[in-house]
């Protein structure tokens, strides 16, 4: 990584190399579990990423020892003092849930880099990004559960039957049983595991394959996905895509990945 993001955080660390960023979580020492703090640098972050189209693959990652062992519970969770208990763990709730709401309307891919543990929240940042990548030393569950709350949260009970299917997730979500990197590779919840020492490199690899594609291509199709993840049948999901190539099929860089392609060379894309 080069140059440092002219926005800082408390909580996060942003490496930047050119239109590729590392988001790294920054509470080593308390595993990067979710307190007041994390969550608003995270609403802010993915809030800002909306209007940087400089940035065009984000990837998310842990420091220390874990990647997010989940809520703090130890932190000061007070809600405004003027509602009432319930209207306060509502808007506390809330205040968490908006972080998986910013990383999916995002433009920006999200490559998700796992390693230790990926609890409660910190398994629904992973559930909520684009592509995940693991270590060996991966392990995830949705600890919600164990905590006198449901399996289902901050995402987990749309997110997980789309990946790995109804059985198992009802399976994770029921129990708050961990899945280690093994597994998760077997079901279809993480595209690859990797060493260690080769996580960082293995999702900045996938993020350069990604800048090899036309700005708007690359926003749009994440765009599709997440429409058509829901789509009512096949014809509204084409309706979605139909004009998306009409209008990607306008753009100068249609025209300049045309050209490329026939001389042999790397497009110079302009997003335009």
């Given at each position: ?29 308390a595993l990067n579990t979710l307190n007041p ?148 590779l077997r079901v279809g ?84």
């Amino acid at each position: 990584m080069s140059a440092a993001s002219p926005q800082t955080y408390d909580t996060l660390q942003v490496d930047v190399s050119g239109p590729i960023e590392v988001l790294t979580l920054n509470r080593p020492d308390a595993l990067n579990t979710l307190n007041p703090a994390l969550v608003d640098d995270l609403t802010a972050y993915f809030e800002r990423l909306h209007r940087r189209p400089a940035c065009r693959v984000v990837l998310l990652r842990g420091a220390g020892r874990a990647f997010c062992a989940g809520l703090d519970i130890r932190a000061d969770w007070t809600g405004p003092e003027a509602l009432g208990p319930v209207h306060q763990r509502l808007a506390i709730q809330r205040r968490i849930a908006r972080v998986v709401k910013l990383m999916r309307s995002c433009p920006q891919p999200i490559i998700a880099l796992g390693h230790g543990a990926a609890c409660g929240g910190g398994f629904s940042l992973l559930l909520a990004s684009d592509v995940r990548f693991a270590d060996p030393t991966l392990r995830m569950n949705a600890a919600y559960i164990k905590i006198g709350l449901g399996g289902c949260d901050i995402g987990s009970s749309y997110f997980l039957p789309r990946l790995v299917g109804l059985s198992v997730a009802s399976e994770l979500l029921l129990s708050g049983r961990f899945i280690a990197a093994d597994r998760a590779l077997r079901v279809g919840l993480v595209s690859e595991v990797v060493a260690p020492e080769a996580l960082l490199e293995t999702g900045l690899a996938l993020a350069k394959e990604m800048l090899a594609t036309a700005p708007l291509g690359l926003r749009m199709t994440k765009d599709a996905l997440s429409l058509n993840v829901d789509a009512q049948g096949l014809d509204a999901a084409m309706a979605i895509e139909d004009r998306q190539q009409v209008l990607l099929g306008g753009t100068d860089d249609y025209g300049e990945a045309k050209q490329a392609f026939v001389e042999k060379r790397p497009a110079a894309f302009k997003d335009r």
